[in-house]
């Protein structure tokens, strides 16, 4: 979708767009097919050594469980809220859910677009899933 890019975000590394939407860029084990965002150099289920190949997944999913934040660095301005989402093509991934109207709950269905959320010490965007709730 254009949210991020109306953001003002950079195009970010680890996602990918296709499809009129953005795509997770995660790894997949070769020996067990787990897949991992972010992307791992080695498998967290079966051990497999990498380098890993990265495949695009789907970025929508469901909620598996959010909290508010209330206290955090002064570089995040407080309250937001964050959740875990189950994604639709395994992967459970944490990210900030969208604050606007309507708000998503525990099992409401939601897709994830980048959000810069930071800088590096270079200055360089960091990128993390914000995600939006679905109309079914």
Known sequence: ???ALASGTDHPTDWEPRDGGWWLLASRCER????AYPAADHCHRCGAEGPLPRVPIAASGRVYTHTRVHAAPAEF????TLAYVDLDDGPRVLGRLAEEPPTAGIGDRVRAVPRVVGRTAQGEPLHAP???????
């Open 1 to 3: 979708m254009t949210e």
């Open 130 to 136: 914000y995600f939006i709730r679905q109309e079914v």
């Open 77 to 80: 301005p407080t309250p937001y």
């Open 32 to 35: 067990c097919a787990n897949r």
